[in-house]
């Protein structure tokens, strides 16, 4: 498991102005935090690095992109074939995630597919897969979207300088 | 959304942060109208988030809760959804068809962090029963890049490709 990385109010504020609009230049953070512009570029680097920001995207309205339905799957396995069936899922390009879990079933999945009908065909390559037991599928009505306001990050350290 | 529109589009899933002159660069358009384009995509709601992706793991997250919810007899979990779209570390809400009315996604510090915040949505109107259950493994590439790069254009038919 990947350790916490330490982070201090100023981070937390890049974090968040970030979260929210992911082209928030550099300079307006820096007058919010009350430090200097190239200080900030720094900090974002350094959290780069770290492995705390993975990379910036833009979400598109899911009509636009033509995804019609999202859904979630669980999935009970063998428990010897469990990642070998999520390696097999992650694949696919309809599986937005794919993790083991705990509790009645053993594998959660979110996929997004063009058409109702595209269920099924989900269903059943999930179903054909080696070791696969039970499959439930619950159709979601709204967006897989999720909502980076709803983040708390809370920094582990206080600010030693700018 | 033309053709321009959706490499202005296609870029910016790669790196939300590109700088406009490089994107203008690249599909060989002025800058100035690389912005122009690509405010109007936000505000027509085409765009409808520019976000940094975080490792949610390094920020303090040791899970992510799966949580389906039944709603009483006869009732809706319309406002429990709204509550749970302002509640924090809830990242994705939705509605849904099937066994469950509801399914939300919640991120978690430790065991204590997601009791509470589950008791906190117990009491949202209608809400009978949740099912819970969770993954303590790799979480962190959750919100990360790769799982939004399946976001492909499919050519609106309409359209005539080039």
New interface residues.
């Given amino acids: 498991m990947a350790p916490q990385v330490k982070i201090d109010e100023i981070d937390v504020k890049i974090l968040n102005a970030l979260l929210k609009d992911a082209r928030t230049n550099f300079r307006a953070i820096a007058k919010d935090c009350g430090v200097s512009t190239p200080a900030i570029a720094k900090r974002f680097y350094k959290l780069k690095r770290t492995g705390v920001i993975t990379g910036a995207t833009i979400r598109l309205n899911r009509k636009d992109m033509g995804y019609r339905c999202s859904l979630s799957i669980d999935v009970t396995a063998e428990p010897t074939e469990e990642i070998n069936i999520i390696n097999a899922l992650t694949k696919l390009p309809n599986i937005i995630y794919c993790n083991q879990q705990l509790g009645n079933y053993d594998i959660h999945i979110a996929a997004r597919v063009r058409t109702f009908e595209k269920i099924d065909d989900i269903r059943t390559i999930v179903k054909k897969l080696k070791g696969v037991k039970e499959v439930r599928i619950t159709a979601n009505l709204d967006e897989y979207d999720f909502f980076p306001e709803n983040i708390v990050i809370q920094p582990t350290e206080t600010t030693k300088n700018g | 959304?033309d053709r321009t529109d959706w490499k202005i589009?296609k870029e910016?899933?790669?790196?939300?942060?590109k700088p406009f002159t490089k994107i203008a660069k690249k599909i060989g358009i002025s800058t100035q109208s690389v912005i122009k384009r690509y405010n109007k995509l936000k505000d027509d709601?085409?765009?409808?988030?520019?976000?940094?992706?975080?490792?949610l793991?390094?920020?303090?997250y040791?899970g992510?809760a799966?949580l389906?919810m039944k709603s009483s007899h006869g009732s809706s979990l319309d406002e429990a959804?709204v509550h749970l779209?302002?509640?924090?570390?809830?990242?994705?809400?939705?509605?849904?068809?099937?066994?469950?009315e509801g399914?939300a996604?919640l991120?978690f510090k430790d065991l204590t962090d997601l009791y509470d915040k589950v008791s906190q949505i117990k009491k949202f109107p209608n809400i009978e029963r949740i099912?819970?259950?969770?993954?303590?493994?790799?979480?962190?590439?959750?919100?990360?890049?790769r799982?939004?790069?399946?976001?492909?254009?499919?050519q609106n038919p309409s359209e005539k490709s080039v």
């Fill in positions: 959304m589009v910016l899933m790669e790196d939300a942060r709601g085409t765009i409808q988030l520019c976000s940094i992706s975080l490792d793991e390094k920020i303090g040791k992510i799966y389906l959804i779209r302002k509640t924090k570390n809830i990242i994705i809400t939705t509605r849904a068809i099937g066994d469950f399914y996604i991120i099912e819970l259950s969770f993954s303590t493994k790799g979480t962190s590439n959750f919100l990360s890049q799982k939004f790069k399946i976001y492909e254009y499919k």
